[in-house]
């Protein structure tokens, strides 16, 4: 599977090394030259371009993709990448990472997004079910 990552920071990066060892092609996007470090995950095909623009989406063959992440560290990014991903180059499945829980709310198919991350609601939902499983677990057992 060819996927494609907007955002080569320490998310970007992490996303691309797990989905690497696990057998499949990654492209890293990153507009900041800064940001550029292929040294970090040489297996990845790496191009310097904003995700947002179609030149650059046209320069990355984004069609060839079948999933396109949207790991930056602004929502607005995320949305506009998903959005045209989805709606321009017809990509099968889109993943955008939500930074402001605040913004949750635009992260939908409306949008491109297919699923929309959100690490604060996860790390709720995960105390919520620890916290519900340990009831359950006093009560049941005393």
Do not use: Y
């Amino acid at each position: 599977m060819r996927v494609a990552i907007v955002g080569a920071g320490d998310v970007g990066r992490a996303i691309a090394r797990d989905l690497i060892n696990q057998g499949h092609e990654v492209l890293l996007i990153e507009k900041n030259p800064h940001a550029v470090r292929s040294d970090t995950v040489p297996e990845a095909e790496w191009l310097m371009a904003d995700g947002c623009e179609l030149d650059s989406l046209h320069e990355a063959e984004l069609q060839t993709c079948d999933v396109c992440v949207a790991a930056t560290g602004d929502d607005k990014a995320n949305l506009v990448h998903s959005l045209l991903a989805k709606t321009e180059f017809g990509v099968a499945r889109t993943v955008a990472r939500i930074n402001h829980p605040e913004n949750e709310w635009l992260f939908t198919e409306k949008w491109g997004v297919d699923v929309a991350v959100s690490i604060p609601r996860i790390m709720s939902a995960l105390v919520e079910e620890a916290v519900s499983v340990e009831d359950a677990v006093k009560r049941h057992f005393g």
